[in-house]
């Protein structure tokens, strides 16, 4: 047997690995996982926008899997979210591997997003599963001493300032164009809209418009700390995604404003469980 047959072989299984009931569940699975972390993300924002502390808890994944732990059968959902992430690593796997839905799927930078995205959320899904297991300091650490931490070992490389820096500017970049894509409404060709009622794709544009622009927003927003910070060579001027909602506060209205954010991205939660109903995978 020759090495193009062999090839010929093996990309045939993975895609049909990739198309497989099993892949299509381990993908919605992981979406339905990813919109509970946001709209828990998004209620303790909501708290602390009008208390200032939010009861202690930190809005960011952290103070998710902490409001889980503390749920009943707070163990199991735990574990189930950590699982249920670790199959939305496998599927982004599977179309870095095969090529995305879609016309364009196969295409080398759509690929390598689906790569990036499958090792990100692999190593959330290792920071659940881990916190579940009993190790507190995996996953749920404050995310803003995290990004203090890594940016003040970053700062001390030669160059340091102009990674975090264009770091920052990528981040800042990458915050605009999520926005962008929501107000233009770039999520519909993802999902299986004939299978929508009027009322169920109008409630998906609502919510992604108004879940991927707040989410834009905090991407946005967290890189220009960040850029600040290689600027002034002040590791503490980075900030995490709880330190990024606390500092709305410091705007006009800033109460106001970071409900509104928290609503936005308690509603990126819920347009997530809309993708675990209607994406196509």
Known sequence: ?????VALRGRGRARRAADSTAMA?????????????????????LQIAFDGEGDGRQADRGGALGELAGKPLGSVMLWAVGVALAGMALWRLSEAAVGQA?????????????AARCVFYAFVSFSVLSYAA?????????SDKQTDDVTAT?????????????????VVIAGLWISGRAVRKKFRRHLRTGSMSRRARRTADVLGVAGGT?????????GAFALVAAVRHQPGKAKGMD??????RDFPAGPWLLALIALGLAAFGAFSWCNARWREV
Do not use: C, E, H, N
Request: net charge positive; proline share 2%.
């Open 25 to 45: 569940v381990a993908a919605r699975a992981g979406f339905a996982a990813r919109g509970l972390i946001y709209v828990l993300v998004g209620v303790i924002a």
């Open 154 to 170: 970053v700062l001390a490389w030669p160059a340091g300032q102009w990674i975090v820096g264009a770091a920052g500017i990528a």
């Open 102 to 114: 879609g016309a364009d799927g196969a295409k080398p930078s759509k690929r390598a997003a689906a």
């Open 134 to 142: 009993g190790d507190k300091g995996s996953g749920s650490g404050a």
């Open 243 to 248: 330190d990024t909602l606390r500092s709305f």
């Open 1 to 5: 047997m020759d090495t193009g047959s």
């Open 214 to 222: 707040a989410r834009g927003v905090v991407f946005a927003v967290a």
